[in-house]
């Protein structure tokens, strides 16, 4: 697929890595940005439009679809994170939001926007996960449930898009330099790489992007080194470290 030309929706577009997925789509000749934001704010390029969108709202996710019938790339970015381990006091509640944000949300668009690809051409579909949908990173084991759903949701979408010419894509990247992670220490990819590779992925027609070195190193860990990774989080855990 190509982003010149293309009309896109980028849900979560008002701050973090959905505004500067926008930024890069409008730099990269979309012929319109649909900049999904609970309280939109008004925005100064012609090629960028802000639509009101909760995506936890059935009612606001059908009135963006009345907005945006000509889309043809649908980036589901919208999350939210309350770092909260799964036996915290509070953990049923923040597994709750959280799944309604990242898992529920990005269902409730897909559903949504699909019939609208099929007739836009097929079209693609973008869902933001993270490094955190292939293993457990303790301190956010809720968020990391909810990360983790969002993967077998995503790879379900693909299978059963397939026929409508719907190209699927998963984006996993580790810390981003934005609110999310800001009271995290360490290492953090800067929002624009995240889009750049993002977009670059979908592009090559890649089914699954890794968009920094985080999610290069965890990929292999996860796949060779399974018990050394375990180690590393149970000692993350037992320190009481963040990082
Ligand atoms: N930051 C990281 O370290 C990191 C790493 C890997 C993956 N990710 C993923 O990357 C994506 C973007 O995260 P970010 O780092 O940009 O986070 P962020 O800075 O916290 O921004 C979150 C965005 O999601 C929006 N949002 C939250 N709830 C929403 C809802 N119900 N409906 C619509 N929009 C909603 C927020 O809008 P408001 O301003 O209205 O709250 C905001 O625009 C998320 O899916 C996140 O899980 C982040």
Request: aromatic share 6%; glycine share 8%; with cysteine.
């Amino acid at each position: 697929m190509n982003i010149k030309g293309c009309t896109a929706l980028v849900t979560g577009a008002n701050r973090g890595l959905g505004k500067a997925i926008v930024e890069q789509l409008a730099q990269g000749g979309a012929a319109r940005v649909y900049a999904g934001m609970r309280n939109p704010t008004a925005v100064a390029h012609a090629a960028i439009s802000p639509v009101r969108l909760d995506v936890t709202d059935t009612d606001s996710v059908a009135r963006a679809v009345e907005k945006c019938s000509d889309v043809d790339l649908v980036i589901n970015n919208a999350g939210l994170l309350l770092a909260t381990p799964m036996l915290a006091h509070d953990s049923e509640e923040a597994l709750r939001r959280e799944l309604e944000v990242n898992t529920f949300g990005p269902l409730r668009v897909v559903r949504a926007f699909a019939p609208i690809l099929a007739r836009n051409g097929g079209g693609a579909i973008i869902n933001m996960l993270s490094v955190v949908s292939w293993y457990v990173y303790p301190f956010n084991a809720t968020y990391c449930a909810s990360k983790f759903a969002a993967l077998a949701m995503t790879d379900a979408m693909r299978i059963e898009l397939k026929a409508q010419g719907t190209h699927v894509m998963g984006v996993y990247a580790g810390f981003i330099d934005t609110d999310m992670a800001g009271h995290f220490t360490g290492e953090k990819t800067s929002p624009i790489q995240v889009a750049e590779r993002m977009l670059a992925g979908l592009e090559a027609g890649q089914e699954h992007v890794l968009a920094d070195t985080a999610a290069e190193e965890l990929g292999r860990a996860v796949r060779f080194e399974p018990k050394r990774l375990a180690a590393w989080a149970q000692s993350l855990w037992d320190d009481g470290r963040r990082s």
